[in-house]
């Protein structure tokens, strides 16, 4: 059996496709990645603000507000 590279055996054609496949394939992946990094720092970003003396002033003036209704 002779072995032959797999690129050697594919038409013009066929690398194309391949090519254009894997490009295909990376822009899939690298927007999931960047929608996962991006959820997760605004998580930590709200999270964060959560924890800010002037947020947790203005929740709990808020909370006033509605019991007093």
């Known amino acids: 059996m002779k072995h032959e ?3 050697r ?5 066929d690398r194309r ?3 254009n ?7 899939v992946y690298g927007a999931v990645a960047l929608t996962v ?5 605004l998580t ?6 959560s924890k800010d ?6 929740t709990a003036k808020a909370d ?4 007093l209704r």
């Open 5 to 7: 590279s797999f690129w």
């Open 9 to 13: 055996t594919l038409t013009a054609e």
């Open 17 to 19: 496709v391949v090519r």
């Open 21 to 27: 496949w894997t490009w295909g394939v990376l822009i």
């Open 37 to 41: 990094f991006g959820l997760a720092s």
């Open 44 to 49: 930590q970003n709200s999270a964060d603000a």
């Open 53 to 58: 003396p002037a947020a947790t002033a203005m």
């Open 64 to 67: 006033r507000n509605q019991v």
